[in-house]
Antibody
Framework: QVQLVQSGAEVKKPGASVKVSCRAS????????MHWMRQAPGQGLEWMGI????????TYARKFQGRVTMTRDTSTSTIYMELSSLRSEDTAVYYC???????????WGQGTLVTVSS | DIVMTQTPLSLSVTPGQPASISCKSS???????????LYWYLQKPGQPPQFLIY???DRFSGVPDRFSGSGSGTDFTLKISRVEAEDVGYYYC?????????FGHGTRLEIK
């Protein structure tokens, strides 16, 4: 069965960077792109970008361009999302989600809470 | 960016009764390829979102047939024919005809 297992919670100071991982199993890793979304406490869902694990190509939301980097390691079937210059507004649960059809997502990781606090 | 507007913000439903959620987009979600890029998700308490409906009305694998989606262009509806206790949570519509992908603010469903 498809599983997306994300790394554990992080606490970071403003200005720092965070790198969240998402390990995929149960399907052919390079056959499906991966989205990253986030959800601030008590808020809705926000799309951050997408990576194609086959060639590594990425598309980022304009809001995050310059601060986000998505990469992949095909040897471990793992996707990474790094967000830099963190500020308090970046406190959120970050999700990876496998692409289903163009630009939708079927299976989601369990989420990673990133807390930005001085 | 395309704005997705959901109504109501919350609803309280007696088990066995129907429920309906509306989602309106600021631009048409009908693509030139003939598909309409509107999706529905349910986020149960403490869980990640789960996929319910794709391209307006197609249920994802394993989704009970009491869930149905309809609509076209800019106006869409998710209906639950007979609400069950396990249906509680936040329902989100999502568009992906244009990047960035955007979501509605969510509709909270609770059981009376």
């Amino acid at each position: 069965q498809v599983q997306l297992v994300q790394s554990g919670a992080e606490v970071k100071k403003p200005g720092a960077s965070v790198k969240v991982s998402c390990r995929a199993s149960g399907y052919t890793f390079t056959s499906y792109s991966m989205h990253w979304m986030r959800q601030a406490p008590g808020q809705g869902l926000e799309w951050m970008g997408i990576i194609n694990p086959s060639g590594g190509s990425t598309t980022y939301a304009r809001k995050f361009q310059g601060r986000v980097t998505m990469t992949r390691d095909t040897s471990t079937s793992t996707i990474y999302m790094e967000l830099s210059s963190l500020r308090s507004e970046d406190t959120a649960v970050y999700y990876c989600a496998r692409e289903y059809l163009p630009n939708s997502a079927d299976y989601w990781g369990q989420g990673t809470l990133v807390t930005v606090s001085s | 960016d395309i704005v997705m507007t959901q109504t109501p913000l919350s609803l309280s439903v007696t088990p066995g009764q129907p429920a309906s959620i509306s989602c309106k987009s600021s631009q048409s979600l009908l693509h030139s390829d003939g598909k309409t890029y509107l999706y529905w998700y349910l986020q149960k308490p403490g869980q990640p979102p789960q996929f319910l409906i794709y391209e307006v009305s197609d249920r994802f694998s394993g989704v009970p047939d009491r869930f149905s989606g309809s609509g076209s262009g800019t106006d869409f509806t998710l209906k639950i024919s007979r609400v069950e206790a396990e249906d509680v949570g936040y329902y989100y519509c999502m568009q992906s005809i244009q990047l960035p992908i955007t979501f509605g603010h969510g509709t909270r469903l609770e059981i009376k």
